[in-house]
């Protein structure tokens, strides 16, 4: 007992250290997350150091106190194309409630529809801003657009249901959800791009996690840097009239395999309403709605 106590002593009189060292850090200098892995039923970093952020790996006061110092304004880019209009209200009011709550937040919302675009009361410091794009009668164009679009936006501009607290702890130089479906599953059977003739091809024989197409972020550049990348491939394949697996979400996956993300997110911060919950998950933090994709897609 004696050398627990003294064990931490010594870590408390560490992170002392460092908070008083953060009163020195700039934002420009990067971000820093504490996890502490007191889990044993979960797998809370990857094999290249990064942490895997489930719900009882880090302390949230602690995160939100180092994170706000730094005095950050998080771009958030949403998707409401065609009849996805209908989820905006819920998606901003739940945010508005649980997602970096108390930080600086910029909404920035693509949509073809932009008088359709709900009035939201927004807290103070959080703003939305209307792009409108164009519609499409194909879902997997709009999906595969995306990156275009992100990219788009950074260049000119920035140089779904929320149920839980979503807040620093998720921030990270670069950052991918772990898919819902797929984080018990081996990688035979991730549903990668499989073919040689893709941009988006991953071997059987390689793979970390299957990552969510839904969510991703990090720093501005690194953001514009993937996004970048995954167009070109994008625009490779349909010049060579091929369309990837999962479009935008196939080609991320080949990126974050040769390009590692600093930090994972898991289920919890992308779960799907049709999945029956998992004594893994302990807090659903952001879920996709069920939807009636024959009813609200172009096509199906």
Not at 100 to 129: A, E
Not at 246 to 262: A, V
């Amino acid at each position: 007992m004696k050398k627990v106590l003294h064990t931490l002593k010594k870590v408390l009189h560490t992170l002392k250290k460092v908070l008083h060292s953060l009163k020195k850090v700039s934002p420009a200098s990067g971000f820093i997350l504490f996890c502490f892995f007191s889990r044993t039923d979960v797998v809370a970093v990857t094999p290249w150091l990064a942490p895997i952020v489930w719900e009882g790996t880090f302390d949230p006061d602690l995160v939100d106190t180092i994170y706000k110092s730094m005095n950050i304004t998080i771009a958030t880019t949403v998707f409401a194309v065609g009849k996805y209009v209908r989820f905006l209200r819920d998606f901003l009011e739940t945010a508005e409630k649980h997602f970096m709550v108390d930080f600086n937040v910029r909404y920035y919302v693509f949509t073809d529809r932009p008088d359709d675009v709900p009035s939201v009361n927004l807290s103070q410091g959080r703003h939305l801003s209307v792009i409108q794009v164009p519609g499409s009668n194909r879902w997997q164009e709009i999906s595969a657009r995306r990156m275009e679009i992100i990219q788009t936006a950074i260049e000119r501009q920035i140089s779904r249901e929320f149920r839980a607290r979503w807040g620093a702890e998720s921030l990270g130089r670069l950052v991918a959800v772990i898919h819902p479906w797929f984080y018990q599953a081996t990688r035979d059977h991730f549903t990668y791009e499989r073919r040689p003739a893709s941009t988006a091809y991953i071997p059987m024989d390689e793979g970390d996690y299957y990552y969510a197409g839904a969510l991703f972020g990090g720093f501005v550049e690194d953001v514009y840097t993937l996004t970048k990348v995954c167009r070109n491939q994008l625009e490779e394949d349909a010049r060579n009239s091929i369309e990837a697996a999962w479009q935008e979400e196939s080609h991320l996956n080949r990126y974050l395999l040769y390009n590692k993300p600093s930090k994972l997110l898991s289920p919890e911060y992308q779960w799907d309403d049709k999945k029956t919950n998992t004594k893994e998950v302990k807090v659903i933090r952001f879920s996709s709605v069920v939807k009636n994709y024959a009813e609200i897609r172009p096509n199906v």
